[in-house]
């Protein structure tokens, strides 16, 4: 089973947004405290601020679990539409203008205190005593969802990176008020320099006050709320493809009933109830054209630029846009089960998964913040001891607890995912989550489906050997009355020819794997499969009348134009391209040549379950497997593969049996997937490299007293501020 398998079609999993998350830790805690509930598997997000709850057995309640989350001091709104507005983007507004304007007020206090603080020139007789009326403000309102969150985790014996932001901040303002009240700061006429490193003390030893840190408590507080800020700014321009693929929704329908229209919601319409998309309109939901000719767009779904013609009969996918005519389309599906939700959902529980080397991440950070804690005391201890000097290891202390971030390595992931999926879902492709691609970086043997993924998929009629003319007649009229895509092959191409059909069928006999015959005109007319093959790919048809054979039709499935192309693509990805097929040995051979893979690359006449065996075949040699089909007839070997990639037309087993699903079937995608699946990876990567790397390289330049608190604070600001703007990189 691989990891973050795919849920069954049964799962419905309870959404809820989260408010009140401030880091990743806020989500580990909530994680683990709702997965010690009997019954559910849980998964928080930090980057999305929602969480996702499966039921083992059933669905859970949605009113316990926000009472679980509420019990341990956060928000929980289940997502929904309230007055055309989503409750999750009510949240993050609220979210955003309550940071904008603590923001604000922190900006006004931090920058005349640091200016005070940094140049002596503007160090006037009782500047300090302004500064500390400055600065007042912003270490206790600004800095107020700091202090709260440090206070909630305490009471529930927990501590999150607010802890730390909270701890530095009260440890600056308490110092400063101690020196200014009981040390000699507070004389009139005191003055003091900054430096980027932190301050020597000349009274080696000495416990002297006269330096004070209101500096660090406004700028810490300033730097970290300006990160927050862009952060959350940054994390809704990464979703910005999940909500536009969620709002190409209709939000109303002209409903034809009795030969007259009314706009109704959505939400009102029925399946099986016909609706009119007119011109430049969107289609409501999914549906098949009952009347009416036109084009459609489907870019905004399958990625695919040019319009599709539609007609009587097609079926038509809501969200798309109709471009010209006027159309009556019967809905066959509404709500939850069209292909738009779908897409929306998949590409939505994607971003719950993690990759391994995330969970690593987890793992740190859940036991990061107490070890810092456990540093800055033992590095303030440590300073005393050694050197004696208060404000030196003061100093030393409050920069070991402001520039550790976990946040950075929160994020890494889910803002990556988070991009990354919603760039490919614009374009076609739903990436199921991180083990798609985690399994993409090391596929390096791809299976192809022949039929509908290399070829068309579409029988065409190519060519007609008469050895007796006036007969073709009788072989349209005994082949109108087959479904075998081989017969409505001959049946089209002998109408687009001009030929007629004989009237008077009698006595019809289907047989299976052999053919057709029937009375046609009093004579035995027999149409099947011959034994002639002459290397070229061709299935040839057999007509005989009376036991002599009268003609050959010679009947194939058409290479798709760029598959050749797209072979080659693949061989400069490193991967190794082969074809499985059910088809006969000639008609693969043929196709492997012209798309350029090798012969040895081939298997033939393979059932679907020989298409499973052959998988575990390949994964035994070591092979890293990549299974391309269409989802249905190939769905044990898809889920079989390391990376299970779906092609059809976003039909619910395509899109439940593959990691990548190709919503419009288009062959040139899958390598544009695997890239793109690829560069996500990599992003990921880069992104838990630099928070690593930070916290590695920053930790001890603290701890040795080398680091200013302030230059603290903006670092650990800016780390979580690099993650999210690297993985918006993605978007280009």
Known sequence: MKPDSKPSPADDPVVLAVTGMTCAAC???IEKKL????GVVATVNYATSKATITGLDERPDASRLMSVIESLGYGAVAPNIVDGESTVEIATEAHLLDVRRRLALATIGAVPVMALSMIGALQFDGWQWVSLVLAAPVATWCAWPFHKSAWRSAAHRTTTMDTLISLGVVAAMAWS????????????GMTM?????????????????????????TTLVAFILAGRWFEVRARRRAGDSLRALSALGAKSVTLWRDGAEAVIPIGALGVGETFVVRPGETVATD?????????IDASMITGESLPVDCRRGDAVTGGTLNTNGRLLVRATRIGRDTVLA????????AQDGKAPVQRLADKVSAVFVPAVIALSSATLIGWLVVTGDARRSFEAAVAVLVIACPCALGLATPVALLVGTGRAAREGIIIKGAHALEASRAVDTIV???????TTGVMTLQRVDELESGHLGAVLALESLSEHPVARAVVGGLRERGVQATIGVEDFVNTPGVGVSALVDGRRVSVGRSSQWDGTGFTVVEATVDDRVVSHLWVSDSVKPNASAIVAELHTLDVRPMIVSGDAPGAVRHVAAMVGIDETKIRSAVL???????VHELQATGATVAMVGDGVNDAAALVAADLGVAMGTGTDAAMEAGDLTIIDGDLAKVPRALALSRRTLGIIRANLFWAFAYNVAALPLAVAGLMNPVIAGLAMALSSVFVVTNSLRLRR
Do not use: C
């Open 27 to 29: 989500a580990a805690r």
């Open 35 to 38: 997965n010690k509930l009997d």
């Open 177 to 188: 008020v101690w020196a200014l009240i009981f040390g000699n700061a507070g004389e009139i």
């Open 193 to 217: 320099d900054m430096n980027l490193l932190p301050r020597t003390d000349e009274h080696h030893g000495a416990m002297v006050h006269d330096e004070i840190y209101l500096e660090v408590a």
């Open 287 to 295: 549906g098949v054209v009952i009347d009416g000719v036109s084009a």
């Open 342 to 349: 779908q897409m929306a959902r998949l590409v939505e529980r």
């Open 448 to 454: 192809f489906d022949k039929t509908g993924t290399l």
């Open 608 to 614: 679907p379950t020989d298409k499973l065996s052959i």
